[in-house]
């Protein structure tokens, strides 16, 4: 079972992500931007295995997100999935470094494969 981050600012979209990965045995926490999920992070003592990320949000968005996270050592290693209606996986120019692109709306079937992004639960 992995850990998940969401960070996402629309609560319906954070809210049908959690329930599928509950449907598949994931753990998951939720921030509704960059900032509350830099200070839920800072409040962990074991980052989670994964970060789902969407780049258009108020606060902080997923690119300064995704920068402060790439410059801390306790967490450069999270592999983050970027989850955006306007990126799209095979750009030609990726907006920036993330583990993968899927598309919204996410389907049950990129939920279910999570488990491959994470080191620790790839097996």
């Known amino acids: 079972m992995c850990t998940v981050l969401i960070v996402d600012d629309d609560a319906d979209t954070r809210e049908t992500i959690a329930e599928l990965l509950g449907l598949n045995g994931h753990a998951h ?3 509704a931007d960059g900032k509350q999920a830099l200070e839920w992070l800072s409040g962990q003592e074991v980052p989670p295995c994964i970060i789902l990320l969407d780049l258009r ?7 300064d997100f995704r920068q402060a996270v790439r410059s801390d050592p ?17 750009s030609p120019t990726p907006v920036l470094n993330a583990r993968d692109y899927w598309s919204k709306p996410t389907d049950a079937h990129q939920i279910s494969s999570l488990h491959e992004y994470c080191e620790t639960h790839r097996h």
């Open 74 to 90: 306790r967490w450069k290693d999270i592999p983050v999935i970027v989850v955006s209606g306007t990126v799209q996986r095979d």
């Open 29 to 31: 926490f939720e921030a």
């Open 57 to 63: 949000m108020p606060v902080m968005d997923g690119w």
